[in-house]
T-cell receptor
């Protein structure tokens, strides 16, 4: 079956430092990977969509300078939260999809706490 | 403007009752819909996806999609206290774009 893993599941970082999180697809080819953030008491905001062999598309209010993403192959993606502050805390979700298939598979998320 | 709207914001039903949740898209290109459930402190878990008009049933859960009105509903039959959670609707275009999430409906099932 198709699964998406995320690492780490929980992490704590000091304000002003950076934190890298990973997303791994198993059982299918992750042609596109979407990263989301769920801030406390809120819904899942789309940060960016990365498609293999295409430019990464960031949503308004999110930038590559703050959330650089790597998507080197069809099973792996990573995102870094640079210079994290209190407003960056939340659950970061990765969702992956294979080209020409409708189903989107989500990982369990990485919960980021900023001290 | 949020492209996916959910109602109600919160819902309380008695144990054994029927819970009905609604979701509408304001973007006519959104043709694929998903329902997710999130218990407190956890990540979201996929309940079901629906891409065609009509009903889709999985156990106690039934989703209904009307593409003409861009409306999808989720009905939970014989609701249990363990169904108490946040329910999110997500929708996307039928290409490789990322799904957008609604604001969620908080369901409480009272014993």
């Amino acid at each position: 079956g198709a699964l998406v893993y995320q690492y780490p599941r929980r992490t704590i970082c000091k304000s002003g430092t950076s934190m890298r999180m990973e997303c791994q697809a198993v059982g299918f080819q992750a042609t596109s990977v979407a990263w989301y953030r769920q801030s406390p008491q809120k819904t899942f905001e789309l940060i960016a969509l990365s498609t293999v062999n295409s430019a990464i598309k960031y949503e308004q209010n999110f930038t590559q300078e703050k959330f650089p993403i790597s998507h080197p192959n069809l099973s792996f993606s990573s995102m870094t939260v640079l210079n994290a502050y209190l407003e960056d805390r939340g659950l970061y979700l990765c969702g992956a999809r294979e080209q020409n298939y409708a189903e989107q598979f989500f990982g369990p998320g990485t919960r980021l706490t900023v001290l | 403007q949020q492209k996916v709207q959910q109602s109600p914001e919160s819902l309380s039903v008695p144990e054994g009752g029927m819970a009905s949740l609604n979701c509408t898209s304001s973007d006519r290109n959104f043709q694929y819909f998903w329902w997710y459930r999130q218990h407190s402190g956890e990540g979201p878990k996929a309940l079901m996806s629906i891409f065609s008009d009509g009903d889709k049933k999985e156990g106690r859960f039934t989703a209904h999609l009307n593409k003409a009105s861009l409306h999808v509903s989720l009905h939970i039959r014989d609701s249990q206290p363990s169904d108490s959670a946040l329910y999110f609707c997500a929708a996307s275009e039928p290409n490789n774009n990322a799904p957008r999430f609604g604001a969620g409906t908080k369901l409480s099932v009272k014993p």
